[in-house]
């Protein structure tokens, strides 16, 4: 059994690293990974690859998919922010419609009136 | 959240067990809790975690742990680290009464010093880490509610505790209140300009001022006018009061008679008004009308029945033709859906007829396959039964290594033990040694002691002798004398032997103390010399003890060498059986899935496999099936023809409405009845009015004739009426007062206007900046609210998370499994939701759903991915420092061969998070040998054993 490890990506397509290799004979198992948004393409290309490699002389390939996941938070910066300060003019610059700077000084007056009092 | 040390005694089964995690090797970093059902294992762990921190009782809702205490003086003591401090606490509970106190120390200073649980529960509130974390993380039970059984709004929760930020919720609470404060100072403000605005009527009250201006000069001229009238009339007043009695007779008289007159007048008007209502004509056109309306009603009634009957006749033929219609038609449909049943049967045969070649060769591939399946199976039970016999193998080999590192362990702690015992060997030696000398040394010593007492005491004997030896030279002289000697002589003989003596005795009290003085000295050297030889004779005693404890030494140094031996071949030896194992297992793996793609291939060719039967009698039957054809044709064609000659019949309206022509029947008849009653009593009331009219029309005349003979009265010349005069000149003074006083009020009205006006305008501005105050509250409550920030940081760690859980699943449970986090949903309507759904895509079963979808088991493996991937970012977020994860048998769902995956998972997220220990309760005997040691419940108490 040869397994043979690949990547999908929207952009550069199918591609593993042993293209060269010659298959006849061979037991494979091909391990994809491919994004959770590319799922559906990247399987029809794997699909391809398998009956390339049953044509090149492969005896057998299974197909194994990995999904990889690449979230992304809406607004990064309030997770590395140190204050609640910093988190919150992050979370301001973040929004279409934010408070101007004379509101954000004075909003943050009242933030610091609450948290003295708590 | 790390347990170090824990001593319970009288809680549920346990009377006083102890254990210290510290003491244990580091290397058991997974600890197997075992014990049969109801020994205490789950007790064990709810008493360290939420007993010791919360004082709870989990199982029980409002439960504490004076509900599993039984015993007057139950005790519940544990050491724990959290957030980098060592806090001791101590809970002591009457199991009688319910009654207890809870301490906390950390560095010696007690924290809640009164140990009154109310100051304990707050103290516990404010220091200690949040339960639902707690339980959502780095302790797993399947009855406390995982991550994944969480509800959306539960797991932001989690999740903003997680990140140490739950302190923005009650900000943006305090926030919250602020506005309502504000709102409340608005509306105030609003009312208060409001209500100062409508005082502040400047220019109403300056024209109240004018007028009352006016008002007061009127009034003082009308004053001065009825003061001059008042005196003119006092001037003219006279007495004519006998033409005004005259004047005021006529007047009365004609005023009689003009009464009678309009009051006769009235009544003709009133009875000759009802004599006009009383129309008998238009009575009786009205009941002319009625009665034709009624008979019309009649005649409609009686043709609408003819028509209605006529009608029932032709329905009930055009009812029959229909029914022979509808018979005749589902023959035919029969007919034809017979021939259609036939023509697919046909079709179905020709088709087995035409696929002949390919049946054949699916049976023939069909058959082949088979016994490559049978092949296969046997390979694969080879396989299966191989990988047993190493499993069994490997065990052997682990148990030999665990036994012999047990006996390396042993061994080691039995030379510590000889090491100890041979610490002061070299000082037993040389006092074993130098025993004989030192008991000699306290015989010379004793010896040199009594020389010492006996010189002592032959001192003290001649010292009494010189005294006795005095008196008996006195007593001799004496005798001397009395026997006739020369008393001179005798005397000077005398005096000279006493003086010998007096020198003598002169000598003793030096050489007395000298005595003693050797004597303390000798008895000093003795205790000195017995004491150091009772020190020698313990030290010496010892000997034996050293001489065992070195041949011990030797022993134990050998058992360990040939231990550490033995358990490095064991390895070696378990080593090599898991890799020939592993090789089996994949071997296996392989046939058993090239056996499934066999199957496979077998089931795809079972319906070709299948159709070999009907192969054989496909010929005769196409030939019986032609012939059911062409009958069913033949009939089909039959009843089409008998179908077109079947004319449809045509429609018939609907009945006329009877009901309706009845009731207007009954309605008209009603009507008649009624006009024939208005014109009787319209007649009645005629006869009795005509009379009554006549007789008012001849009063009323007599009444004018009479009227116009009574001459009009002429008034008398009228006296000036004083008193009036003198009353309106009062009401014109007291009209000037008033005028007066309501210039003052206008004026005083006008200065608070004004002054109301300031008032609005200070109020308006206040009004402005408390409205900029209620946008900023309101922003900053929305800002810091669950959909504002608390939202943003709940999404940031969504990242981190997903890549802890999916790390955790890929690498211990292979990449079947993928999990995402989603924080937002659009709704139907297009607005957007802050939710948290964990989804999952299953590569194996091509679904992509949310966790709920999924078998208990497979929701395990994610609850458990997901708790320690939550557990992780606590420790990086919220500052859990090598925490002590337990897990209370939240792998029980889980089969015999995903067992060892969720041990590996345990592992490695110990390794991710720096775990202490993992403490494991599993009933299962393959995850209890794939921990490090296992701690064993029963009868109360705990032991450690080697797994």
Partial sequence: ?118 | MRIASARIKGFGPFKDVSIDFDALPKEFKLIALCGENGEGKSTFVDLLVDGANWRDWPRRERKKIDFVANERDSLLETVEEIGGKRYEFKHLVDGVSGKGESTVFCDDESLVPSGKLAEFYAWARDNLPAKSVVHSSIVSHPAYGSFVAMKATERKDVILLALGVDGIEKLAAAARKEIDNTLLECSQKRDAATVAVNAANVDESTGAVNLAETRLTIAARRVAEAQSALDVAKQLAGDSALARRRYEEQVAARTDIGDRKYRTFDDLFVCERSLNAADVTAAEVALGVANSAHDSAKAALVNAEIVASSLRTKREAANRQNEDRLRVQLELDKATAAKADVEKRIANIRAILANGDKIREAVAKSKELTEIVARLELESTKASSEVKRLDSEIAAHDADRMRHAGAATEATRRIDRSTEALENSELVRVAAATLDDEREAVTLCKAHLESAERELDALRGRRIAGADERIGALRHGLERVMSNERPRVVAAETLDEDNRVVEESEELPDLLGSAAGDVALFRKGVRNAEERLRSVEVLASQLPRVESAEIELTEAHKARNAALCAADEAEHKEAAAEAERAKLAAAGLDASRLERDVMAQIAALAELVASSDKLAIAAGLLEERTEQLSAHGSTVERLTEELTDLPEPPPVPADPDLATLRAAVNSASAKALSSAQTVASVKAIREQLEPQVTRLREDLKALTEQLEATPIPVPPEASPDVAALETELATHQSNHTQAAKDLGAAQVALEAAQRAEFEAVVLREALALAEVELADWTRLAADLGRKGLQAALVDSAGPELTRATNDLLHSCFGTRWTVTYETQRIKDNGDTAEGYDIRIIDTERGRDGVVEDLSDGERTIISEAASLALSELACKRAGFTNPTLIRDESGAALSAERRPMWVAMLRRAATHVNADRVIVISHSEDVQDLCDVKLRVANGTITLEAA
């Fill in chain 1, 1 to 118: 059994m040869l397994l043979l490890e690949a990547s999908y990506s929207f952009e550069g397509g199918f591609a593993h690293t042993a293209f060269g290799y010659d298959p006849t004979d061979a037991e494979i198992r091909l391990r994809y990974t491919a994004s959770q948004e590319h799922r559906e393409i990247a399987r029809a290309a794997a699909n391809e690859e398998r009956d390339s490699l049953i044509a090149r002389g492969a005896i057998s390939v299974k197909l194994d998919e990995v999904v990889t996941v690449d979230t992304r938070a809406r607004v990064p910066e309030v997770a590395t922010a140190r204050s609640l300060d910093d988190q919150l003019r992050a979370y301001w610059d973040s929004q279409p419609t934010g408070p101007d700077d004379a509101q954000r000084g004075r909003l943050l007056d009242k933030l610091h009136t609450l948290q003295a009092t708590q």
